[in-house]
């Protein structure tokens, strides 16, 4: 996130208020606070710039007053919303078809809503895409949609698609799906791909791919995962080196150290050690 706020800063200095909105938001979405705070102080300078006609001011703006801001924000967020919409900007028609499915500051108009997804879609907006994915009664569209978000680098679609796909048992294209969103920092595909590499879902077992997943969860924050990556390794399912090889996939050879450390207080890794 330190470089989105770096982005952010110099597209400040340059004066470019749209690109430092966009760079504060993107550090915020990773979950820096410093990012939601610049995002709302940004604010002050893309009033002007929205009231002046710049439909991409009026979108950022309105996404702005809708995740960092309060309530009382909503009928402000909703004319800049509309007006994007109204001015044909992708980002701008999603954002307000998202109010509308929601019914943020705007009465629910689900049909509405899709056609302004459908709309944003089709002029390359991935995040319409993935919400129109969820709206369209076709499955295979709704599929097709959520493999276009993903490609688009929307790490959630992946997740999503993975979950059809596998209730559909195409389990080798899941897995393929939950591995490309766990690459992109989704903690639940992350967690998925661990455990079908585990137990042999869509593949043949996998131990050290999913000591890695999980020792990716840990990096994001999820105890959850080194405790599932002790008790595999304690199964004798592994070498050190193979370890310490999960370690390296997952960037970070410290946690693979600790984790043989911890588990071999309990039982030897395959006879590397008594």
Not at 24 to 30: G, H, K, L, Q, S
């Amino acid at each position: 996130m330190k470089r989105e706020l770096d982005e952010g800063r110099t597209a400040a200095g340059a004066g470019d208020w749209v690109a430092a909105g966009h760079a504060f938001v993107r550090a915020a979405m990773e979950g820096s606070a410093e990012g939601a705070e610049l995002a709302a102080g940004v604010t002050v300078e893309l009033v002007p710039m929205a009231d002046g006609g710049s439909a991409e001011a009026a979108a950022l703006l309105a996404g702005i007053y809708l995740e960092y801001f309060d309530e009382s924000a909503l009928p402000v967020a909703v004319r800049y919303a509309r007006a994007a919409a109204e001015a044909g900007l992708p980002a701008g028609q999603r954002t307000y078809g998202h109010m509308l499915v929601a019914g943020l500051g705007v009465e629910e108009d689900r049909a509405r809503a899709v056609e302004l997804f459908r709309a944003a879609a089709g002029g390359g907006d991935a995040y319409g895409m993935f919400n129109l994915a969820h709206l369209v009664d076709d499955p295979d569209e709704s599929l097709r949609l959520l493999e276009a978000a993903a490609h688009e680098g929307i790490a959630a679609a992946g997740a999503v698609l993975a979950d059809r796909l596998s209730a559909l048992d195409r389990d080798e294209e899941a897995l393929g799906w939950y591995v490309r969103a766990a690459e992109r920092g989704h903690t639940g595909a992350m967690n998925a791909a661990a455990c079908w590499y585990r137990d042999g879902f869509g593949t043949a077992p996998d131990p050290v791919r999913a000591v890695r997943w999980f020792l990716a969860l840990l990096a994001h924050g999820d105890g959850d995962g080194v405790h599932e990556a002790i008790r595999l390794v304690r199964t004798g399912a592994l070498t050190e080196e193979q370890i310490r090889e999960a370690g390296r996939l997952a960037g970070d050879p410290g946690a693979a150290e600790a984790l043989i450390g911890t588990a071999l207080n309990g039982t030897a890794l395959n006879g590397d050690r008594a």
